[in-house]
């Protein structure tokens, strides 16, 4: 099996971001960019990073703790 290409883009205190790409739904982007332009999150990374921390910690039991720790999602709303 082929592995996708990613691209890793550092931050300042040093941990490691990855760029992947994804296919969803428009319905899915519509949602997603409403949610920006109404400031629950400052862009559409923001958004996604917290759904799918919030995927990670519904099914954290399949997954081993380092997988698993992923920040709060509620941390990425602006003014936060």
Avoid: W
Avoid at 4 to 9: D, E, F, N, V, Y
Avoid at 19 to 27: Q, S
Avoid at 38 to 44: E, I, Q
Wanted: proline share 2%.
């Amino acid at each position: 099996m082929k592995k996708l290409a990613t691209t890793t883009h550092r931050r300042p205190n040093g941990s490691a971001r990855r760029t992947i790409a994804a296919h969803v739904d428009e319905a899915a982007v519509i949602g997603v960019d409403r949610l920006v332009e109404r400031g629950v999150f400052v862009n559409r990374s923001h958004a996604i990073d917290a759904a799918i921390a919030l995927l990670l910690r519904e099914y954290a039991q399949f997954l081993g703790k380092e997988v698993c720790n992923c920040g709060n999602p509620g941390t990425h709303r602006r003014g936060a």
